[in-house]
C-alpha cells in the first residue's frame, strides 16, 4: 500500500471519486457537490482555517486509490478540551483494517507535528452541523449535511483503539401525523402568546441586526458546552451569503422578551433530495438549472432542523414550544414540507432530548463522535453533561 498526499489536479479528482466506487450499488448515497467539499478546504472560504490547517491523503492498494482521509487543525476547536485535539474528516475506506490503520496513522502522525494529543473524527472543519460523526445506526438516506457511511465503518475507527466521544441522536417528525401529542401544542399555542414575548422570521435584508442577535443568544445559550468556542460574526455573514439559493428565510426564526433576543430556532430544505438527482457533484449551468427548476417543482418534501438556543434564563419557560408553534404555522402554508427532522442532539444534552421527545420525534438515527488519546495510558473521559 501506498499513501499519497493531496496537493494536485489528479489526486484532488481522486479524492472526489473514490466515494463513487464505494458506494456504487448503494441507493442511500447522496454525492455532495464537489464545490461545498473544495471549499472547505479553502481558508479564502471557510474561516476556520483562518488559524488553523489541514492536509489530505489517499491510500492506494495494487494500484487502486481504496481510502481517503483528511487531518486538520483550528485553534477554535483545538484549545477547547483538557488536551490540544485535531481533528479528521472526509474518511472513505474499503472494508480493509490495514489500509484504513495506514490512513490512521499518517493522520495521526501530522497532528502530532502540529503538537496535538489527541484526535476526534470523523467531524468537520467548521460547525458541527455539518458531516459529523460516524452513522452507527439508521442507514437510510440521510438530510443534508448529515454524514452517511456504510456500517463497517464503526469498526474501522473501533478496531484502531478510537472510543465513543459523545452518541448524537436523530429525531424525525411526520409534520402530516393527526397523532401529534395535542397537549404541548396547546401549551405552545398558549406560551406563543404570553404577553411581553415577540417573534421575528430572519430577513436578508435585515441580516446584520439577525447577525448579532443570534451571537448575543450563542454566548449564553452555548457556553456550557463542552466544545463552546466564540463565533466571528463575518462566519456567519459569509456561510448566510453562500446558502442563500438554499436557506428558507420563514425556517429561521428569533424570539424577544422586552425587545431582547433570548432564543434562535434555523431549519434548511433537505437539499439532499436535490443533489440526489445530480449525480455527477459538479455544479454547471445545466445541473444548477435543473436543481432551481426542480426546487421551484416543490421536490424537497423534508426539512432538518441545524440548531436552537435560548439563553439559561428562559430555558425552562416553554420558549422551545412556542418557536415550534410558530413554525408550524409557517409549515401549513407550506404542505409541501411533510417530514423534519431533528439533528442532531447529543447525549450530553438531556433537555434537548426531552423537548424533541415531547414535540412527537421519533429517535431514527444515530451518529458517535469518536476520540482517539495519543498518549494510550491517560483516561479516557466521555463529554460531561450539561447540567442546568
Given amino acids: 500500500m501506498q499513501i499519497i498526499q493531496v496537493d494536485d489536479k489528479k489526486s484532488v479528482n481522486a479524492f472526489h471519486e473514490l466515494p463513487y466506487t464505494i458506494y456504487k450499488n448503494d441507493p442511500n448515497w447522496v454525492p455532495p457537490l464537489r464545490i461545498m467539499v473544495e471549499n472547505t478546504f479553502n481558508p479564502g472560504k471557510n474561516n476556520s482555517l483562518k488559524h488553523g490547517d489541514a492536509q489530505r491523503w489517499l491510500v492506494e492498494k495494487d494500484g487502486h486509490v481504496v481510502g481517503r482521509i483528511s487531518a486538520f487543525v483550528t485553534d477554535t476547536y483545538a484549545y477547547s478540551f483538557e488536551q490540544p485535539t485535531g481533528g479528521i474528516g472526509f474518511f472513505e475506506c474499503i472494508d480493509d483494517q490495514d489500509a484504513a490503520n495506514l490512513l490512521f496513522d499518517t493522520a495521526i502522525s501530522w497532528l502530532k507535528s502540529k503538537n496535538m494529543e489527541a484526535v476526534d473524527g470523523p467531524i ?77 422570521q430572519f430577513r436578508f435584508a435585515q441580516k446584520e441586526k439577525f447577525i448579532a442577535d443570534f451571537i448575543a443568544i450563542y454566548e449564553q445559550a452555548w457556553v456550557k458546552h463542552d466544545n463552546y468556542k466564540r463565533i466571528d460574526p463575518e462566519d456567519i455573514n459569509k456561510m448566510l451569503e453562500e446558502s442563500k439559493m438554499m436557506l428558507e428565510e420563514d425556517f429561521i426564526w428569533f424570539v424577544y422578551h422586552d425587545g431582547k433576543p433570548i432564543a434562535f430556532f434555523m431549519m434548511v430544505p433537505d437539499l439532499n433530495q436535490l443533489f440526489k438527482r445530480i449525480r455527477s457533484g459538479k455544479v454547471n449551468l445545466y445541473n444548477l438549472m435543473k436543481m432551481l427548476w426542480l426546487r421551484r417543482r416543490k421536490v424537497i418534501t423534508g426539512c432538518r432542523v441545524l440548531v436552537m438556543g435560548v439563553i439559561p434564563k428562559f430555558q425552562k419557560s416553554g420558549i422551545e414550544s412556542a418557536i415550534f408553534y410558530q413554525l408550524r404555522q409557517v409549515l401549513v402554508k407550506k404542505p409541501w414540507y411533510t417530514d423534519m427532522e431533528m439533528s442532531w442532539v447529543g447525549d450530553f444534552n438531556p433537555k434537548m432530548i426531552a423537548i424533541f421527545k415531547a414535540v412527537g420525534g421519533e429517535h431514527e438515527k444515530t451518529h458517535k463522535t469518536l476520540r482517539y488519546l495519543f498518549d494510550r495510558n491517560k483516561e479516557f473521559k466521555r463529554a460531561p453533561i450539561i447540567e442546568d
Fill in 124 to 200: 468537520n472543519i467548521g460547525e458541527n452541523f455539518f458531516n459529523w460523526g460516524v452513522l452507527v445506526d439508521g442507514f437510510m438516506q440521510q438530510t443534508f449535511g448529515m454524514q452517511y457511511n456504510l456500517p463497517y465503518y464503526a469498526k474501522l475507527f473501533n478496531a484502531y483503539g478510537f472510543q465513543t466521544y459523545y452518541e448524537q441522536y436523530s429525531y424525525h417528525l411526520n409534520i402530516t401525523s393527526p397523532d401529534l401529542p395535542e397537549r404541548f401544542w396547546k401549551i405552545a399555542a398558549w406560551m406563543a402568546k404570553k404577553p411581553g414575548y415577540t417573534y421575528a
